[in-house]
């Protein structure tokens, strides 16, 4: 409200109401720098030219509880466009393919500077002996396209 009691939705200057809650927020409850340090540089991971893959498949969300299985393996699927990107995600590493089968590159992005390249075979298979840990996200470089999947937590 302004000084004559009306609102004033023309501008975007903060009250200072707003501005004293910003300032305490900063205070009482800050950003760790470790988590603001990785959306800067996930941002900057960001290829411009690549398509978004679309996850349509997470076990966790999606699939059917096994008997038996203390730890099963995440299995996720991706699209974007005619290319889908089949993972699973276990305590043993990465297993994948890429679908229509074709040779690509594949990157695990587990934060600044530590993609982890792979190859998938002319079936498209791909594996890593390592499970991310954390946040990732896998880059796909097939032909002249490069596909990047959303980031997930491991």
């Known amino acids: 409200m302004n000084e004559r009691g009306t609102h004033d ?15 305490a927020a900063a205070i ?6 470790e ?5 800067v540089e996930a ?5 411009l030219d690549a398509r978004l893959a679309e996850l349509t498949f997470d076990s966790l969300i999606d699939g059917i509880p096994v008997r038996g299985e203390s730890d099963p393996p995440r299995m ?5 466009g005619e290319v889908s ?3 699973e995600v276990s305590a043993q590493g990465l297993i994948g393919q890429v679908l229509p089968p074709q040779p690509a590159r594949i990157e695990v992005l587990s934060g600044p500077g530590t993609a982890r390249p792979l190859a998938a075979d002319d079936l498209g298979r791909f594996t890593a002996d390592v499970a991310p840990a954390g946040p990732f996200a896998l880059r796909l470089r097939a ?8 980031w997930l937590r491991a």
């Open 143 to 150: 032909g002249g396209e490069v596909v990047v999947t959303e």
């Open 9 to 23: 939705d023309g501008g975007f200057e903060e009250s200072p109401l707003e501005e004293e809650l910003r300032r």
């Open 85 to 87: 990107l089949d993972v």
């Open 76 to 80: 996720l699927t991706f699209h974007a």
């Open 35 to 39: 988590l603001s340090r990785l959306a």
């Open 28 to 33: 009482l409850d800050p950003v760790p720098a």
């Open 43 to 47: 941002f900057a991971l960001h290829d």
